[in-house]
């Protein structure tokens, strides 16, 4: 994980999440997941490019599969976007970086 990422747990998800003043794009992974590596470094990327504005976080699924049950996540990478605690927007599969940047940009108003 990059310094500008935060790696999310079944316990830390509603502290950082769902009580966070500031959006969070939350990426849901597992790392026997191809996709999932390719999505790795365009969300680190982001993280990097959006400090301040919007938090990244990162939840594995194999080790917190409460937190993904919770928002039925069936396939990996799914990234849920959240605003003032509610799940807003969703990306499932791989995306390009341009593209989920202009996502993240028009869901929260950026």
């Given at each position: 994980m990059s310094e500008h990422v935060l790696e999310?747990?079944?316990?830390?998800?509603?502290?950082?999440?769902?009580?966070?003043?500031?959006?969070?794009?939350?990426?849901f992974w597992a790392s026997w997941c191809g996709p999932c590596r390719m999505m790795a470094p365009v969300f680190e990327e982001l993280a990097?490019?959006?400090?301040?504005?919007?938090?990244?976080?990162?939840?594995?699924?194999?080790?917190?599969?409460?937190?993904?049950?919770?928002?039925?996540?069936m396939s990996i990478p799914t990234l849920l976007l959240f605003k003032d605690g509610d799940a807003v927007d969703t990306q499932v599969g791989f995306v390009a970086k341009e593209q989920l940047k202009k996502k993240i940009t028009d869901t929260f108003n950026l």
């Open positions: 999310l747990t079944d316990a830390s998800f509603a502290s950082e999440v769902l009580k966070s003043d500031t959006p969070v794009v939350v990426d990097g490019e959006l400090i301040g504005k919007v938090k990244f976080g990162k939840v594995n699924v194999d080790e917190n599969g409460k937190t993904a049950e919770n928002y039925k996540v």
